[in-house]
């Protein structure tokens, strides 16, 4: 299921990142803007629906009242927090919490971990 979760998360990074249809929701890619604005158009959002990245999104938003440090991690490395130099990278993810590469690894794994146990929760009550 982790695979999933992780899918799951990357697809909503996407989906946040392209601006998802719900004003003001997530990180706006400026890059993106700047296409939209000169091209007419924009990028596909993620083969994601709308209800899912809503709930994958408030599952993230409770993941951040529990643990700050393991949602700076996710957002930073799945590349959604404004400072978008970490997408995919432990390292830079470290570099921009202030601690090591293994131990960002093992946050994001353990935000991945937790987020995958909220899914579970929310599949179980349907």
Known sequence: MIGT???????????????GPVAGLGFKS???SLIRQNMGGGLPLP????DDALLVDAAVQRLQARSHDMWLALVCYYGVHADGR??????????MMGCS??????????AVAWLDGQFEAVRDAA
Request: hydrophobic share 35%.
């Open 86 to 95: 970490c997408s995919g990278s432990y390292a830079a993810t470290g570099r």
């Open 5 to 19: 979760t992780e899918q799951r998360i990357h697809d909503w990074a996407q989906w946040s990142k392209a601006g």
């Open 101 to 110: 590469k293994l131990v960002a690894q093992q946050l994001v794994a353990s």
């Open 47 to 50: 083969p994601l629906s709308d």
């Open 30 to 32: 400026p890059s993106l």
